[in-house]
């Protein structure tokens, strides 16, 4: 916990209010008679793949959440590379893959987004009242799906893994409404529900040859159009 505040904010307006709790969790690991400093070297957490940015804009955004008022953001959505101001109404503050996501109904694409926070370079409330969306369509919009690409349009994907990376997979969580079983074979079938194909197929190449994807077709084709790309790339170099 220390480790995983102390990665929290750097310096930031959450800063006068993380560092009491530090100073209690080290008076914890002090009166269990264990050295503060041995515990600190004897247990490190890395977080790959977070994205590095700072939390000025996360309490202006808990507080509209929580007293439930809405919000102007300045935005870059970088998939378009697009610069743009939004009014939302704040839902919930996801936790995904060590970043930060808010939830939001927005009202000038009037429907559900998830924003990346470090993404978010402007944030102010707003004297309106924010919507509140049902938590049951939250979940069908941004929940059914796979990952931080969620929607309510939801296909399965069928995946096979070889029987030496099975031992590891068969342990993944990859969705909360998947399935998985061992075949005869020793393979490991896995399916998930996902609405858009892109994080879910960044997750499936980086097993290599140690995954077959089985259907959707137009998921096997998107697999297939990466890895090509993919191939293209590396001989381009070596021509």
Known sequence: ?????TNLDSGGLLSPHIKPLQSRL???IDEASNSTEEV??????????ARKFHLEHFQILGSALINRKRLVIGYHARGTNEH???EISPQRI???RDNWY???WCHVRKALRSFSIDAINHAEILEKKADDIDNKLLDIELGSGYGIFAGKDVEWAVLHFTPERARWVASEKWHPRQEGKFLSDGTYELKVPYSDYRELIMDILKYGANVKVVSPSQLVQEAIKETRAFIQNHL???N
């Open 94 to 96: 996801i936790y995904y």
């Open 26 to 28: 080290l008076a914890m």
């Open 236 to 238: 381009g170099e070596s």
């Open 40 to 49: 600190k070297q004897r247990v490190k957490i890395e977080t790959i793949g």
């Open 1 to 5: 916990m220390q480790q995983l505040l």
């Open 102 to 104: 808010l939830d939001a």
């Open 84 to 86: 743009s101001t939004r």
